[in-house]
């Protein structure tokens, strides 16, 4: 009831209301071409997005791929240099310890790319 | 399509990212946005980029749109923050030639007209703030209520009528109404 009786205060305009009204009025703007220019850069800028996940992920594959080959080698021949023996007691508490702790530096090195993308 | 309400036609951006349904409410609103912006910037070429810059921003926030108020009130929330962040970055920049010690020619946003192009409403516009002139705008041109605009401008209501007030005292006091009326 309130806002009724606002609104209806908002309506009640005086003379001179009607003739700022009349003062401020403008033609209607034809939209030549504005509306499809604008749709046509929304649509690329969708493009854009849809592409630069897989993009940026190709991208930082093929940049880190050589690096991660690199780490790979370094640490199956760090667990050459480690005793055996280690292994074996290591083992002997969680089995396959080491292809664990592979898959747990390879998970961290992959959460960080991701996230250095997303940044 | 076309005979969708705007309401309709939002849920449609905002649940399937469609673009025909967001082009038909641009082709609805693009006029009453770009004379909202050419009044406030009183210039054509630089009111029609930041139409543009407006509509984009809309589409990025599409999803904020409650459906409470009117599409046009809402889009026009959009331009006007458009247009103050327009107006914030090109004073930042001729701060930053300031302080770089060059000679600051370059173009100040704030309303400006030729001269030779001033016309009744530019001359009225003109003797008042921007804050002023957006809110006159919205009320006068636009239609918006003191509610919509209060939305709008982010003001309360109170604020909004005693702008309105204020506008029309300073429009009053500079030119004499009574003179446009009979030409």
Known sequence: MISKIINMADRMKSAEDRLLESMFAAPPIADDGFSASVVGKVRRRLWLRRLALPGAALLGGAIAIKPLAALVTLLASLSALLPQELFGIIAGFIPQAQTVVLGALLLAVCLLGMRSLED | MYAAEDNQLVARVVSAQDTRAFGELVRRHQSQVRNFLRKLCGDITLADDLSQDCFMHAWDKLQTFSGRGSFIGWLLKVAYTTFLQSKRKSKRYAEILEEAGHATEIEDRHYSVQPDEVGDLDKLLAVLTDEERAIMVMS??????????????????????????????????????KDHQHG
């Not at chain 2, 041109?141 to 109170?158: K, M, Y």
């Not at chain 2, 007030?165 to 006091?173: A, L, N, V």
């Open chain 2, 140 to 177: 006068y041109a636009c239609g918006l209520s003191h509610r919509e605009i209060s939305d709008a401008t982010n003001l309360p209501v109170g604020t909004v009528k005693s702008v309105i007030f204020r506008g029309k005292q300073k429009i009053r006091t500079s030119f004499d109404i």
